[in-house]
Each structure stands twice: as structure tokens, then as C-alpha cells.
């Protein structure tokens, strides 16, 4: 059962897109955890890709079946290798990737290295500090689990407070 609502998902995704779209970009490439979890709703290892406009598409490389019940987005693929990864996007119709926003900040330069041999015509841009801002507004979802979160604080150390 997915965590994160879909509606909530494609919302940040929406606003995601908007900035691709302001970067002049044609995709984004979603790859470090925490950001993939925020944007689909798991952790796996996988690849969460962000086109200007249209659906996003989570290529996962392991635990392809419990990313699929934790995210409530609707394309959800597997990748058998990192190497199949162009091919796998042309298969989804996403053929356009002249220029390719990653999370600089975070990702590994052999990564990057490895993205940039896979992609040897794109041009790739830090879309880290957009990540970051996007994150930084919560929706009243995110509002909500904070609530939720600290009223189960408060209640484990009134328990922990009377023992």
C-alpha cells in the first residue's frame, strides 16, 4: 500500500516540472533516496524520471515489487541493467533528452560519469537548490504527518515520563 497519496506525488512532481520547464530542461533525473522517496514514494534503487510535461516514469533496478506497492504513481517500470536505462525510456516514448537536470549535490561523480556516457549528446544541470526549495514549502499533507508525528511524540514521552 502506497504511503505518500498519489494526488500528493503528482502535485510535487507538477511543481517539479514547473522548473524543468523555467531551466529550459527536458527532464529531470531523480536518483538519491530521499529525494525519491519524496517525489515517488520509495526508497529502491531506482530512477525516477521527470519529463517537462507528461507523466513521470520510476525505472527501478531492485525491488521492483515493493516499489510498486509503496508508490502510488502510475508508471512504474523495471530496469534489468543500468545499461538498458536509454533504451527503457525510448520503449516509454521518452526520446527528447538534450538537456537532463540531476541532483549534483548528492550524487556520486562516478554516477554522473556513468549518466553522461549513457547520455553522450545531453548537456546535464544541478537541479539540487530547485529540489531543495520544492521540499521547503510544505502541502498540507506534509503538515498533517508532522501533527500526526508530534502528537505520537508527545504521547511516547508522557509513557516514558509515568514509568
Known amino acids: 500500500m502506497a504511503s505518500i497519496p498519489q494526488e500528493e506525488l503528482y502535485s510535487r512532481i507538477r511543481r517539479l516540472q514547473r522548473i524543468i520547464l523555467e531551466k529550459h530542461l527536458d527532464a529531470a533525473f531523480i536518483i538519491q533516496k530521499a529525494d525519491l522517496f519524496y517525489f515517488a514514494g520509495t ?9 517537462v510535461e507528461g507523466a513521470p516514469l520510476l525505472i527501478v533496478k531492485k525491488s521492483y515489487e515493493r516499489a510498486c506497492k509503496e508508490s502510488a504513481l502510475e508508471n512504474i517500470v523495471y530496469l534489468p541493467s ?21 541532483e549534483f549535490d548528492v550524487i556520486p561523480t562516478s554516477l554522473f560519469y556513468t549518466y553522461q556516457k549513457m547520455f553522450p549528446k545531453a548537456g546535464f544541470e544541478d537541479v539540487s537548490m530547485a529540489i531543495r526549495k520544492i521540499r521547503m514549502v510544505k502541502s498540507g499533507y506534509e503538515i498533517d504527518m508532522m501533527r500526526k508525528a508530534g502528537k505520537i511524540s508527545g504521547a511516547v514521552l508522557e509513557e516514558v515520563k509515568n514509568k
Open 82 to 102: 543500468y545499461g538498458e536505462l536509454p533504451n527503457l525510456l525510448r520503449e516509454h516514448k521518452v526520446t527528447h533528452l538534450d538537456h537532463i537536470g540531476m
Open 43 to 51: 526508497a529502491q534503487s531506482s530512477v525516477l524520471c521527470v519529463p
